[in-house]
């Protein structure tokens, strides 16, 4: 079932990742979802700690539409 699948994802990564990396990702998917909500730069970074050289690699992936989008849109389908 799928949320199997995604508990074998969290286990996954967590035997991947650092808690450093998790959390770094973590920030990064904020950041994702903070962008396409139309947040500025100055308050990203303020809200999650990165740097605006990192939310601007963020940006031009969300843009790309590549993995950001995807999961963005795959949150916000199972929030309805």
Do not use: W
Not at 9 to 31: G, H, V
Not at 45 to 70: D, P
């Amino acid at each position: 079932s799928a949320n199997v699948r995604k508990i074998s994802d969290i286990d996954f990564f967590a035997d991947l990742c650092t808690p450093a990396e998790l959390q770094e990702m973590s920030r990064r998917m904020q950041a994702a979802k903070m962008l396409r909500d139309g947040h500025i730069y100055n308050e990203i970074a303020s809200s999650t700690g990165l740097s605006t050289a990192t939310i601007s690699r963020v940006n031009s992936a969300l843009r790309a539409g590549g993995g950001y989008s995807r999961a963005l849109d795959s949150l916000e389908a199972e929030q309805k």
